[in-house]
């Protein structure tokens, strides 16, 4: 018998996002990394964690080969700076579980499946207890609670200089 209280209610009804930020952790990086292109490739130098390595495999069978991000990347990128954190654009994703998040969120959500939600990704460093470089936890909530305002407030990303150098 399924519960009926208020509460079960309220999370078993289908969500509406207008946006979906998703947070992957990326040991040696020091600042929080705005993701901009989700690519349609897995190639795992190691295992994930259920064991699978799958090499030069798509994210989705006969999926375009990638997506940019719908949030706007270089405003999300300016908001995490003035909020006084290290923030950096990162071109891609990479090629391993965070990537294939990105890619699998920005597929679900050009087939339709929130209507007009924006989606995007952020790389988060290590917390100090983890290793160096690394970020205090309450940096990382400022930051990201600093990119959700910019995501809300900026429905167009603004033009501003962020490419990467390699």
């Known amino acids: 018998m399924a519960c009926s209280c208020d509460a079960c209610a309220y999370y078993a009804r289908p969500t509406r996002p207008a946006l979906v930020l998703c947070l992957g952790q ?19 130098r190691i295992p994930d964690n259920q064991g699978e390595q799958p090499v ?14 719908t949030l706007p990347v270089k405003a999300l990128h300016r908001a995490a700076q003035r909020a006084g954190l290290p923030c950096e654009v990162s071109q891609t994703a990479g090629t391993f579980v965070c990537n294939a998040v990105f890619y699998g969120l920005l597929h679900q959500l050009a087939a339709g499946a ?32 600093a990119m959700l305002w910019a995501a809300v407030l900026h429905r167009q990303d603004i033009a501003a200089g962020a490419g990467a150098l390699h």
């Open 26 to 44: 990326a040991g040696g990086r020091g600042a929080l990394s705005v993701e901009r292109i989700a690519i349609n490739l897995v190639d795992a």
């Open 56 to 69: 030069d495999a798509p994210v989705v069978p006969a999926g375009p080969a990638a997506y940019f991000a």
């Open 114 to 145: 929130a209507a007009g939600a924006r989606g995007g990704f952020v790389h988060v460093p290590w917390l100090p207890e983890q290793g160096a470089p690394a970020m205090q936890l309450r940096d990382m909530v400022r930051g990201v609670h």
